[in-house]
């Protein structure tokens, strides 16, 4: 599916665009082979192509600016349907009391609250600290702190054990990661034979007009909400640029076959604005 205005640029995808340079130059970089090496390393952000090394602390620049009002900006940029995605994913999960669940990439803890509700023992982690001290800070202010885990690490370098989780689930994460295969990869490791993994995602729109509609929204409305809510216009952009540059339904249903899960299944949501890939540790 192409934008209908991906070839035209407006003034805030400059804007994002020399924002990211400048990050990036903050770094200085030494010698032709240091270079030539960035250069073989080169992955998405949004869309511009950046080292691997970079964007991973682009991306948490992008997540740290945006923590304090992430919540209420996902309400306003989806009109409340994120929740009903990720009641979605909670039910088709279907935890488990005493359920050993590992929230990958959990950021501020809605899935986690959601699977903490029936019985299951959830552990957020992110590598954004800013994220869990958000959803940290909710938790303790509700009154009774929940039994929810808080970890801040890298869903390319799990802090956990081999086998040591009943469930992995991650939502609207796994878009942002450097390296996508190796995300998996650590999500079936920490996996219990028997375990489940899954995955809400943005994806593709399956429905005809309704595609473009959501390009239009995507790229001239979402940025202008993040300025007037979040104060950071840019950083919304990338996140509808990532939603672009992220794998369609199938191809990334074979990534996960790929690294090694198994019985892989998804399902459209809101004719494929999101989607819901289900697969098992064997």
């Known amino acids: 599916m192409t934008s209908p205005i991906a070839t035209t640029e407006s003034s805030a995808m400059v804007r994002a665009r020399l924002w990211s340079r400048t990050m990036l130059q903050s770094r200085a970089r030494a010698g032709n082979d240091g270079a030539s090496n960035a250069e073989e390393e080169a992955v998405d952000f949004g869309f511009r ?57 959990g950021g501020t803890g809605d899935v986690a609250l959601r699977c903490l509700a029936r019985g299951a023992r959830p552990i957020v982690c992110d590598v954004n600290a800013s994220m869990l001290d958000v959803g940290r800070d909710r938790d ?43 995300a998996l990869r650590e999500a079936r490791r ?23 509609l959501y390009d239009s929204y995507s790229f001239r409305v979402v940025p202008l909400l993040g300025r007037w809510v979040a104060d950071d216009e840019e950083a919304y952009l990338y996140l509808a640029e990532s939603i672009r540059r992220f794998p369609a339904q199938e191809n990334f249903a074979a990534m996960i076959a790929e690294a090694g899960l198994a019985q892989v299944k998804l399902r459209n949501l809101s004719g494929g604005i999101a989607a819901l890939h289900s697969a098992w540790r064997v």
Do not use: Q
């Open 190 to 212: 920490v996996l219990k034979p028997g375990g489940r993994f899954l995955c809400l995602e943005f994806s593709r729109v399956v429905i005809p007009v309704l595609d473009r």
């Open 140 to 182: 303790i202010d509700g009154g009774t702190p929940s039994a929810i885990t808080w970890v801040n690490g890298d869903a390319e370098n799990l802090p956990f054990a081999d086998s040591s989780m009943d469930a992995c689930a991650t939502a609207f994460c796994l878009r942002n990661v450097t390296d996508i295969p190796k």
């Open 49 to 105: 192509r950046v080292s691997a090394d970079d964007k991973g602390r682009l991306v948490r620049a992008v997540f740290d600016s945006v923590a304090p009002r992430y919540d209420l900006m996902n309400d306003l940029m989806s009109a409340g349907l994120h929740r009903l995605w990720k009641n979605a994913l909670v039910d088709w999960l279907n935890p488990r009391p005493g359920m050993r669940l590992l929230d990958i990439g």
